[in-house]
């Protein structure tokens, strides 16, 4: 008889033990959201903060950038293989166009350098032709929390690609590996910028792909 009263009086205890430990995970996860900057539709989503000329010496590509992000956003080559013998005026008419995406260092650290966050062939372009007291147009936008670095950088990646009109299947294997970086470390991100990321099924249908290669 004792043990039935203890064990109707633990429920109750159970249940609010089980709901006290809901609710602290959806505390930390509303904490999580709040600490990502996001928009309304829920995508990851940086201010801009306007543009300005700078010298290249002042701009150096985010630390904070993991290596296999890095090497898979310079892993989509040129269309034209030999862009070296393109004339100084082309390669700055293409950075007119698509200028580094930058944010500001933290205080201390290097004289405060300009982090590249996107557009980084056009910043490694502008580095390999041009001198470091030489000045290029870039876009500033507000740091990101460090640990979204990443993130960040492939879904400006991701955005550039989808929208540019050009054949996917030149760079099927980088839009893919795009695509499969975010939907594994920010897979509710993907809906911000189109429906048709939501699944693999979907994004490969979009651009043509054969789902079964990826």
């Avoid at 082309?90 to 166009?97: E, G």
């Avoid at 056009?122 to 500033?140: E, G, P």
């Amino acid at each position: 008889m004792l043990n039935f009263f203890l064990l109707k009086g633990l429920r109750p205890l159970k249940f609010m033990l089980k709901r006290r430990h809901t609710y602290l995970k959806q505390d930390a996860f509303r904490w999580r959201l709040k600490a990502f900057p996001q928009n309304k539709t829920g995508v990851l989503m940086l201010q801009e903060r306007g543009s300005k000329r700078v010298s290249l010496s002042h701009i150096e590509v985010s630390r904070y950038l993991s290596s296999s992000v890095l090497r898979l956003l310079l892993a989509r080559p040129p269309f034209l293989q030999g862009i070296q013998g393109m004339t100084d005026d082309a390669l700055k008419a293409y950075i007119i166009q698509h200028p580094p995406i930058v944010y500001q260092a933290k205080r201390g650290i290097h004289d405060k350098p300009l982090f590249c966050l996107a557009n980084l062939h056009a910043l490694y372009i502008a580095k390999n032709r041009f001198r470091d007291s030489d000045k290029i147009r870039v876009t500033l936008v507000e740091a990101p929390p460090i640990q979204q670095t990443d993130a960040f950088a492939l879904l400006f990646a991701l955005s550039a690609e989808a929208c540019h009109a050009l054949s996917p299947r030149e760079s099927g294997h980088y839009l893919f590996s795009l695509w499969k970086y975010l939907a594994s470390s920010q897979p509710t991100s993907l809906p911000g910028l189109s429906e048709n990321f939501t699944s693999k099924t979907a994004f490969c249908d979009a651009f043509e792909l054969n789902r079964r290669v990826y």
